[in-house]
């Protein structure tokens, strides 16, 4: 790794100080101007950052010269960022001080507006592309010929976390660098990883366009303030990301056969990352893991191989309801967020809104009672009080009742439980619905857990 000092230092980020009057304009009492200009917040940040010269460096193996011409190049960058961004703050506030001379006319006040901020969002790209080309230049040959595999790369990092919907964000570059495996050149997986990387580009392009990237920022807030309009370009930034969504869901179930023996590793992994809710380690399995580490159980060979075994039940049913999750997540969430699509437009004309329900509720409780149920199986192979020793086993237990030996120990002084003080309640543990609370873990588990 070549030795430059941005590396040697903290990585420099671009302070963005949005003035008062920029921030006092874009919130006036404009109904159009509050119904857009989603992306605003984007061209007030920089779009490389320092710490994004390390992708620039690993990406195309740069030289030690390099590199530090590279450095020097992020430092223009950052300079110029600010420089520009503080001309349009200027402009801006130039417009506040004399947005008196156009009277009442709202249009007017919205294109004075965002005639600066407009300007910037241009000047903004060209600083981001002046980057990008002058770090091309530097190049030899090999590095050359690497640039388009590059180039999504640095695609990806950028704007593959600008996800909504669960699974749209995963990277499986990442997930196949974090299990350290790399794909053979010309091997099927090398072949199926490429043929993703391109899918990916491509469903990244649409949902930029779809998301109304450099669209005028004028013609935006119209867009936004026309009920119709707005509606078709939110279903078809939602459809984009569905897309976005579906290419790598495919991908992950093409490429986890050709991973042999880490194929159902590399498949949990990438869902996981995709899908965390659906595929987070549960209450039960966390339980399970602390019995299996337990040093009484390790060394009883019998009762070892029946934790074991138990834990392999657990997991061929929960394996069941969380398919079921995730065929359910991946349908509800798009009928969610076109609910709200749908909802904006019901709003302004008085209409009933939509509320769809939440199908996936009753399973994760299904899934709940399925881990209550067998760590109550566990408690009972295991004993009580060897179960009580397991890490996390408190809140599978019932809770100790509250007692009072102080008048005949203490002289009168009570002795609360753990957890309790004086002053509490005696019915803290009862419910919001006014029942009383059973024991954790035992009827369904905790609540809040999944």
Same mark, same amino acid.
């Given at each position: 790794?070549?030795?430059?000092?941005?590396?040697?230092?903290?990585?420099?980020?671009?302070?963005?100080?949005?003035?008062? &009057?920029?921030?006092?304009?874009?919130?006036?009492?404009?109904?159009?101007?509050?119904?857009?200009?989603?992306?605003?917040?984007?061209?007030?940040?920089?779009?490389?950052?320092?710490?994004?010269? =390390? =992708?620039?460096?690993?990406?195309?193996?740069?030289?030690?010269?390099?590199?530090?011409?590279?450095?020097?190049?992020?430092?223009?960058?950052?300079?110029?960022?600010?420089?520009?961004?503080?001309?349009?703050?200027?402009?801006?506030?130039?417009?506040?001080?004399?947005?008196?001379?156009?009277?009442?006319?709202?249009?007017?006040?919205?294109?004075?507006? =965002?005639?600066?901020?407009?300007? !910037?969002?241009?000047?903004?790209?060209?600083?981001?592309?002046?980057?990008?080309?002058?770090?091309?230049?530097? =190049?030899?040959?090999?590095?050359?010929?690497? !640039?388009?595999?590059?180039?999504?790369?640095?695609?990806?990092?950028?704007?593959?976390?600008?996800?909504?919907?669960?699974?749209?964000?995963?990277?499986?570059?990442?997930?196949?660098?974090?299990?350290?495996?790399?794909?053979?050149?010309?091997?099927?997986?090398?072949?199926?990883?490429?043929? !993703?990387?391109?899918?990916?580009?491509?469903?990244?392009?649409?949902?930029?366009?779809?998301?109304?990237?450099?669209?005028?920022?004028?013609?935006?807030?119209?867009?936004?303030?026309?009920?119709?309009?707005?509606?078709?370009?939110?279903?078809?930034?939602?459809?984009?990301?569905?897309?976005?969504?579906?290419?790598?869901?495919?991908?992950?179930?093409r490429i986890y056969p050709l991973l042999?023996?880490?194929?159902?590793?590399?498949?949990?992994?990438?869902?996981?990352?995709?899908?965390?809710?659906?595929?987070?380690?549960?209450?039960?399995?966390?339980?399970?893991?602390?019995?299996?580490?337990?040093?009484?159980?390790?060394?009883?060979?019998?009762?070892?191989? &029946?934790?074991?075994?138990?834990?392999?039940?657990?997991?061929?049913?929960?394996?069941?309801?969380?398919?079921?999750?995730?065929?359910?997540?991946?349908? !509800?969430?798009?009928?969610?967020?076109?609910?709200?699509i749908e909802n904006r437009i019901r709003?302004?004309?008085?209409?009933?809104?939509?509320?769809?329900?939440?199908?996936?509720?009753?399973?994760?409780?299904?899934?709940?009672?399925?881990?209550?149920?067998?760590?109550?199986?566990?408690?009972?192979?295991?004993?009580?009080?060897?179960?009580?020793?397991?890490?996390?086993?408190?809140?599978?237990?019932?809770?100790?009742?509250?007692?009072?030996?102080?008048?005949?120990?203490?002289?009168?002084?009570?002795?609360?439980?753990t957890g309790r003080t004086a002053g509490?309640?005696?019915?803290?543990?009862?419910?919001?619905?006014?029942?009383?609370?059973?024991?954790?873990?035992?009827?369904?588990?905790?609540?809040?857990?999944?």
């Amino acid at each position: 790794m070549p030795r430059i000092r941005s590396l040697c230092r903290p990585l420099t980020l671009i302070s963005v100080r949005p003035s008062a &009057a920029l921030l006092g304009l874009l919130f006036m009492s404009t109904s159009v101007l509050a119904q857009g200009l989603g992306s605003i917040p984007s061209i007030l940040k920089p779009e490389y950052f320092s710490r994004d010269l =390390l =992708l620039f460096i690993e990406g195309l193996n740069l030289t030690d010269e390099q590199a530090a011409i590279s450095e020097m190049i992020f430092e223009d960058y950052d300079r110029d960022f600010q420089l520009g961004l503080d001309d349009m703050q200027l402009e801006v506030e130039d417009v506040a001080h004399n947005v008196g001379e156009l009277g009442d006319n709202k249009d007017a006040i919205v294109q004075a507006v =965002l005639a600066p901020i407009q300007g !910037w969002a241009g000047k903004r790209d060209i600083l981001g592309r002046q980057l990008v080309e002058n770090i091309r230049i530097i =190049l030899d040959a090999e590095q050359q010929a690497a !640039w388009g595999s590059f180039n999504r790369r640095l695609e990806r990092e950028k704007a593959l976390p600008e996800g909504k919907l669960s699974g749209e964000s995963t990277n499986l570059q990442h997930v196949l660098r974090d299990m350290s495996i790399e794909p053979v050149e010309n091997s099927p997986l090398s072949v199926a990883m490429l043929e !993703w990387e391109l899918a990916i580009a491509d469903a990244l392009h649409t949902r930029a366009d779809a998301t109304n990237q450099g669209l005028n920022l004028f013609e935006q807030i119209n867009i936004n303030a026309s009920g119709n309009d707005d509606i078709r370009r939110r279903q078809k930034e939602l459809k984009a990301r569905i897309v976005l969504r579906d290419t790598t869901d495919v991908a992950i179930e093409r490429i986890y056969p050709l991973l042999g023996s880490d194929g159902a590793a590399f498949q949990r992994e990438a869902l996981k990352r995709g899908y965390g809710r659906v595929y987070r380690k549960t209450p039960a399995e966390r339980i399970f893991s602390a019995a299996l580490n337990n040093t009484t159980v390790k060394e009883n060979a019998s009762l070892l191989t &029946a934790v074991q075994d138990l834990l392999a039940s657990y997991h061929e049913e929960l394996r069941v309801i969380n398919t079921a999750l995730l065929d359910m997540t991946r349908e !509800w969430e798009p009928e969610l967020e076109n609910s709200k699509i749908e909802n904006r437009i019901r709003r302004t004309k008085g209409e009933t809104l939509i509320r769809p329900q939440d199908p996936t509720r009753t399973v994760y409780q299904e899934r709940r009672e399925l881990g209550s149920r067998y760590v109550q199986l566990l408690r009972d192979l295991l004993g009580d009080d060897l179960f009580a020793e397991l890490d996390g086993a408190t809140r599978f237990l019932p809770r100790p009742k509250p007692t009072d030996v102080g008048d005949q120990n203490n002289g009168g002084s009570s002795i609360r439980p753990t957890g309790r003080t004086a002053g509490t309640p005696d019915y803290v543990g009862k419910k919001r619905s006014g029942g009383i609370s059973k024991p954790s873990g035992l009827t369904g588990g905790p609540r809040g857990n999944d």
